[in-house]
T-cell receptor, first 113, second 114 residues
Framework: DGGITQSPKYLFRKEGQNVTLSCEQN?????MYWYRQDPGQGLRLIYY???????QKGDIAEGYSVSREKKESFPLTVTSAQKNPTAFYLC????????????FGPGTRLTVT | DQQVKQNSPSLSVQEGRISILNCDYTNSMFDYFLWYKKYPAEGPTFLISISSIKDKNEDGRFTVFLNKSAKHLSLHIVPSQPGDSAVYFCAAGSRGYNFNKFYFGSGTKLNVKP
């Protein structure tokens, strides 16, 4: 079965700690994305990658970092510089290029106290 | 500034009736639109899309209508079923961009009552 997996489903961290969220896909998609969802808001793009070893900032990249060493994997690190890290994080993938449906993972809910 | 807006946070409909979910956008460069459905604690799943060259696209019980002059799209679900109860997001993008970027609305929570 092809799909996107995100782990863990729930994550708790203390303020000041960096935390890395995992995202793996076996859809053979070149493009991958990280979004953040907050209550009452739409999904906002954090980072995206169209190809291995390349990634670009989205609309709200401050306080986050990513890597894309493998086609299948696109981990997101929430650093201590992110002022409001508590949120629901969604990873997605798609065929690269312009305008293709994105396929989403189940998400990780991060709570920082 | 939100470029895609869903002004109704929630909608309640009786089973078997029509559900109409609305979405407005501000950027006239958008030429591709999608609807996603999201159950609690799951990621959104793609439902249906429409290109700006069309004003209607149908897939089974789901139909999306696009009114470009009003910058408005709607999703019709007929007949509505209890399993349709979920949050629905609309998203918009433009083929003019050099990558696959979509702008998402804040979602409408649909409750279909048995």
């Amino acid at each position: 079965d092809g799909g996107i997996t995100q782990s863990p489903k729930y994550l708790f961290r203390k303020e000041g700690q960096n935390v890395t969220l995992s995202c793996e896909q076996n859809l053979n998609h070149d493009a991958m994305y990280w979004y953040r969802q907050d209550p009452g808001q739409g999904l906002r793009l954090i980072y995206y990658s169209q190809i291995v070893n390349d990634f670009q900032k989205g609309d709200i990249a401050e306080g986050y970092s990513v890597s894309r060493e493998k086609k299948e994997s696109f981990p997101l690190t929430v650093t201590s510089a992110q002022k409001n890290p508590t949120a629901f994080y969604l990873c997605a993938s798609s065929i690269a290029g312009t305008i293709y449906e994105q396929y989403f993972g189940p998400g990780t809910r991060l709570t920082v106290t | 500034d939100q470029q895609v807006k869903q002004n109704s946070p929630s909608l309640s409909v009786q089973e078997g009736r029509i559900s109409i979910l609305n979405c407005d956008y501000t950027n006239s460069m958008f030429d591709y639109f999608l609807w996603y459905k999201k159950y609690p604690a799951e990621g959104p799943t793609f439902l249906i899309s429409i290109s700006s060259i069309k004003d209607k696209n149908e897939d089974g019980r789901f139909t999306v209508f696009l009114n470009k002059s009003a910058k408005h799209l709607s999703l019709h679900i007929v007949p509505s079923q209890p399993g349709d109860s979920a949050v629905y997001f609309c998203a918009a993008g433009s083929r003019g961009y050099n990558f696959n970027k979509f702008y998402f609305g804040s979602g409408t929570k649909l409750n279909v009552k048995p």
